[in-house]
């Protein structure tokens, strides 16, 4: 019998393989695939998908080909995708070679040369794309391993194209040095038309994703996690969130309780799988410590709570009058002097001993009853002015304003901007308005904790100052939040595209930001009724 039938599973939950049934959609995988598949549609050429080891390529390459193959309107075009697994190369005509013979390209002979090699996989492309109008997509897992020499055949590749549309679209799946690669590339990280970085699962994620795995493999979809919550914080101490880790990590905890005759794993029986498994990828400090602080901390908090004046919360809630965007510069949220006259001090949380080098500010919003409001009447009908420049696309500008892009929003564009009159199409120089959706303009919630990296009040400004970083190597994910405020009219912040569940995760967040930025970036909490936000996938 199998292991996993004994705790009465249909299918292995924790197995190693890729399986993209098996795949956690977090928000930022959703963004990911999203973002691919409408590149990919619009046939935009290059596309980078750039994770650590563990983050969990190779299972979102595999749920994007799924995703891919998934039937759609009759008008599309068909999709087909080819796999290439082991990129690396001897030479460049090993490499053209291994290309032709992913693509299914059966004429080469053993005295081809690269450029007859080439000239052939140009013919394959052209007879699927303009005579039978097939959508080639190339993909490549573990991009890293392409050789330097070989990074000018993909670029070479995307120059294969008609009027209208590129040949071949190439997704690469590859680890952070791939990005040294690009960057050493200028004329080929020109031509990537959508760039991201996968990151690590925050807690509640790595929580999400445990109970999804074991919901889907279990004979029982609505059974109770074996993992209590203790077990489940063992796991993400243990783990840092890296998919591939805590994958393997609860393998081990399921036969553990086969061994054990257990039906729940607590936090000292994976604390032991983990530590059997491999102390040194997974005890950054001893558990006998770990245990010893989250102990002290709990008994802080009841001291704190018990001698806690009655009065506290009317104290505090007298101090929680600024906007939770009443930052310390000049171009933002400085609040009505009526308002000032009731403040004293804002509140601050003094940053952990392990991270004084990080500067951060803290402000705090009131708690306040969200009430609903009179978005039409209130939000201005755009939110700015956008110049284009070269290689930009009006889909790729609208998801990362809105979140979001479809057949809607694109009807809403063009209805802001009459000269446009093909949206595949924009020149380099024209200028577009960037309508504001009011309809989905929503309060955020008042316990969303996120990191801000920068803001202000131009629209223009601060996308490209957005692009800018989102591009850069060890940047994480980022998002652009549009919103508005009924003291300061429309605001545009830069921040983590994450949202924390705690202050000392949003500072650990800050400490693993590049320094420059690490030193300006602010917490932002506890969310004031009078701001809405405009960016939908951010709200969800």
């Known amino acids: 019998m199998e292991y996993f039938n004994l705790l009465q599973f249909k ?34 050429g290059l596309n980078v998908v750039i994770g650590a080891v563990g983050t969990g390529k190779t299972t979102l390459c595999r749920k994007f080909i799924q995703d891919l193959s998934a039937p759609v309107e009759s008008d599309s075009s068909t999709i087909e995708t080819f796999l290439l697994l082991d990129p690396a190369a001897e030479s460049r005509l090993s490499f053209v070679k291994a290309v032709a013979s992913v693509l299914g390209i059966s004429d080469i002979s053993g005295d081809d040369q690269e450029w007859q090699i080439k000239e052939k996989i140009k013919r394959f492309l052209f007879e699927q794309g303009v005579q039978d109008q097939k959508n080639i997509v190339l993909i490549i897992d573990e991009g890293q391993k392409i050789p330097d020499d070989c990074l000018e055949i993909l670029r070479e590749f995307l120059n294969y194209e008609t009027n209208s549309f590129k040949l071949l679209q190439i997704v690469i799946f590859a680890q952070p040095e791939f990005h040294k690669s690009l960057a050493a590339r200028a004329n080929l990280l020109d031509r990537v038309n959508y760039l991201y970085h996968l990151q690590p699962l925050s807690f509640w994620q790595t929580k999400a994703m445990i109970k999804h795995r074991i919901s889907f493999a279990s004979q029982d ?11 489940m914080l063992a796991v993400y101490l243990a783990t840092a969130g890296y998919p591939r880790k805590v994958v393997s990590l609860c393998h081990q905890v399921l036969l553990m309780l086969i061994i054990s005759g257990k039906s729940k794993a607590g936090w000292f029986l994976v604390r032991n799988c983990a530590t059997k498994a491999n102390g ?21 908090s009841t001291v704190f709570y018990l001698n806690e004046p009655k009065n506290h919360g009317n104290q505090i809630q007298k101090q929680r009058v600024l906007s939770s965007m ?34 951060t500010s803290e402000k705090v919003a009131p708690s306040a009853k969200v009430n609903s409001i009179k978005t039409a009447e209130k939000i201005p009908d755009y939110l700015g002015k956008i110049a284009f420049k070269e290689r930009m696309t009006i889909w790729q500008v609208l998801h990362i304003i809105y ?33 504001s959706i009011q309809e989905n303009a929503r309060p955020m919630k008042k316990d969303t904790i996120i ?26 994910a980022l998002l652009f939040l549009s919103f508005w405020n009924k003291r300061e009219g429309k605001q545009f912040v830069i921040a983590l595209d994450e ?30 009724g009078d701001i809405v936000f405009l960016n939908k996938r951010f709200l969800q």
């Open 326 to 359: 009443d930052i310390h510069k000049k171009e933002f949220f400085i609040p009505p002097l009526a308002e000032m006259d009731s403040v004293k001090t804002s509140e601050k949380i003094p940053p952990s001993a392990e991270m004084d080098s990080v500067k």
């Open 280 to 300: 040194r990828t997974f005890r950054r400090i001893t558990w006998t410590t770990l245990s010893f602080l989250l102990l002290a901390g709990l008994l802080v």
């Open 403 to 435: 979140g979001e892009y479809n057949a809607d929003i694109k009807q809403l564009f063009l209805a802001a901007n009459p000269q446009i009159k093909d949206v595949d199409y924009i020149r380099a120089g024209a200028v577009i308005q960037v309508p």
């Open 451 to 476: 990191v801000s990296l920068k803001n202000g009040k131009e629209l223009e400004t601060s996308y490209y100052s957005f692009i800018e970083k989102k591009n850069m190597v060890n940047m994480p």
């Open 499 to 528: 949202r924390f569940t705690s202050i000392e995760a949003a500072r650990d967040a800050i400490g693993r930001l590049p320094a420059e930025y690490a030193d300006s970036a602010q917490i932002l909490s506890q969310w004031d």
């Open 11 to 44: 299918k292995e939950p924790f197995s190693n393989s890729p399986e993209p049934e098996f795949l956690f959609t977090s928000p930022q995988h959703k963004t990911c695939l999203q973002g691919l598949e409408l590149a990919v549609r619009l046939r935009r």
């Open 221 to 231: 979809p609505a059974r109770h996690s074996l993992l209590t919550f203790g077990g």
